[in-house]
């Protein structure tokens, strides 16, 4: 089985600062990441994925985050933020090549609120 | 629209009562997914189908909940003789299965158990 820990209910950031969301995992068994946004009133969408290859993955929006297998973490970054960022950020993941429960689910984080502040 | 569609999306009801919710994915989709999330928490795994199959449901998932794809299409999750601790944002998603993990979510539909 898989788990999630996003340490930061909530983070505050000025506008136009950068900000960094913090994601670690835990799995026994080889992972894929995911992260998603879920803005005010609407439905979770997909922001980036980390299935292989190079360990910074970029997404909409400007956002990138970077899978570091040691540390068994997935940091969400972006350089400068907007108002519009301003929603509730989904931290998740998913373990392959083993068994397990809701193996072919995903397994999400609390998440954590990005709040923007003019 | 070609999304996620999910009805009804409030739903007020009296314990012990049952509910019924509906989901139309993304026509392309194969796969399809509950989850259920409550205040503060992250979506929590309930079940999942291939096409009309449920291969997977979560220990989450008591025997009042039931879950239906009768055709590979639309789903149905049944919350029988509600209680309190069913209140919640029941959300659906959809994927193609060589893309797994690349959910499709619906707003959802969010339950009041009074």
């Known amino acids: 089985a898989q788990s999630v820990t996003q340490l930061d209910s909530q983070v505050p950031v000025f506008e136009e600062a950068p900000v960094e969301l913090r994601c670690n995992y835990s799995?026994?068994?080889?992972?894929?990441l995911f992260w998603y946004v879920q803005y005010p009133n609407q439905g979770l969408q997909l922001l980036l994925k980390?299935?292989?290859?190079?360990?910074l993955v970029k997404g909409i929006n400007g956002f990138e985050a970077e899978f570091n297998k040691s540390q068994t973490s997935f940091h969400l970054r972006k350089p400068s933020v907007h108002i519009s960022d301003t929603a509730e950020y989904f931290c998740?993941?998913?373990?392959?090549?083993?068994?397990?429960?809701?193996?072919?689910?995903?397994?999400f984080g609390k998440g954590t609120h990005l709040i923007i502040q003019p | 629209d070609t999304g996620v569609s999910q009805n009804p999306r409030h739903k007020i009801t009296k314990r012990g009562q049952n509910v019924t919710f509906r989901c139309d994915p993304i026509s392309e989709h194969n796969r399809l997914y509950w989850y259920r999330q409550t205040l503060g928490q992250g979506p929590e795994f309930l079940t999942y189908f291939q096409n009309e199959a449920q291969l997977e449901k979560s220990r989450l998932l008591s025997d009042r909940f039931s879950a239906e794809r009768p055709k590979g299409s639309f789903s149905t999750l049944e919350i029988q003789r509600t209680e309190q601790g069913d209140s919640a944002m029941y959300l659906c998603?959809?994927?193609?299965?060589?893309?797994?993990?690349?959910?499709?979510f619906g707003e959802g539909s969010r339950l009041t158990v009074l």
């Open positions: 998740a993941v998913r373990g392959y090549g083993g068994s397990g429960g809701g193996a072919d689910g995903l397994t």
């Open positions: 799995s026994s068994v080889s992972v894929y």
């Open positions: 980390y299935l292989s290859g190079s360990t």
């Open positions: 998603a959809s994927s193609l299965a060589q893309r797994a993990g690349e959910l499709f």
